[in-house]
């Protein structure tokens, strides 16, 4: 049985990469950007790009959250220790990152649920298909677009300006 899926992204929380339950209800009046990720996949350079945006949009709004997931050809085998040491040495990486989970099937976690019905892919399809999905949402907590693992982060910038400007 599959849990119930979220009324709100705010009503989501999930474990970081140190262990400690974050409450999603932290990133109210956010531009969040949700990234599935894996250390051995053909996309994880793309954690550079991420980190770009980050660098660039965090003082203005803009929070990363990183989710390692191993559900795509065992590309995330690593624990929480290694994952964190490996974002960090090979990438730079200051984002938050949390524990792994699965995006797919009857263990999907809450948060990807909610995301995947928010924001159907091609086709109307609600599956992740690999690594490095990825999800923006506004401050307001509305799923705004649903990117594939082939669109690099640089490639989300005008979007995420667009809903960091302040509304008139």
């Avoid at 699965?102 to 948060?111: I, K, R």
């Avoid at 019905?117 to 298909?129: D, M, N, R, S, Y």
């Avoid at 594939?148 to 490639?155: D, I, L, S, V």
Wanted: charged share 15%.
């Amino acid at each position: 049985m599959t849990a119930q899926i979220p009324a709100s992204i705010y009503d989501v929380s999930a474990t970081g990469l140190d262990g400690t339950s974050v409450s999603f209800n932290t990133y109210k009046d956010k531009v969040l950007l949700i990234v599935n990720t894996a250390s051995q996949c053909g996309f994880t350079p793309q954690y550079q790009g991420l980190q770009a945006l980050y660098d660039q949009y965090a003082g203005q709004g803009l929070v990363i959250l990183g989710f390692p997931c191993n559900q795509f050809g065992q590309q995330e085998p690593g624990n929480a220790d290694q994952i964190q040491s490996f974002c960090e040495t090979r990438f730079g990486v200051s984002f938050p990152l949390f524990q792994k989970i699965e995006v797919n099937g009857s263990n999907a976690h809450p948060l990807y649920q909610y995301l995947k019905k928010a924001a159907p892919g091609i086709f109307g399809t609600e599956g992740i298909k690999w690594n490095f999905t990825k999800f923006l949402v506004d401050r307001n907590g509305t799923v705004v677009k649903r990117y594939p693992p082939t669109t690099k982060p640089e490639e989300l910038e005008k979007d995420i300006q667009g809903l960091l400007m302040p509304k008139k």
